[in-house]
C-alpha cells in the first residue's frame, strides 16, 4: 500500500445477535510503526472505545466500518500496521496491512 496523503485503508464489519435492551462496548485498536505526533514522543498504537446501544442495530445487526487516512505528513510511516475490533478483551476481527 502506497502511504500517498488521502490514502484510507481498513475494513467494514457486520456483527449479528445483539439481545434488545443490551449495550455494548466495543474497541477499534490499531497498531503502527512508530508516528512522532510533533511536540509529544513517539506512539506505537491508538485505540478509540464506544458503546453500541438498541438504537444503533437494525433487524439484529450493527455495521460499520474501522478506516485510518493519511491526513499529515508525519503520520506517513513504512512498515505493518495492524486493526483490531475487540468486545473486551476478545478480538472480534483483525486486518494487517504492509504500507510502503
Known sequence: MNKNTDTA??????IFGFIQGNCYK???RITHPPIIVPGKKAITH?????????KDVKNNIYASNYLWTFDREWEKKSGDWSMYLLYGDKI??????IVE
Open 9 to 14: 485503508f481498513g475494513f467494514y464489519y457486520k
Open 26 to 28: 466495543l474497541t477499534h
Open 46 to 54: 491508538q485505540e478509540r472505545s464506544f458503546e453500541i446501544c438498541e
Open 92 to 97: 472480534l476481527l483483525n486486518e494487517s496491512f
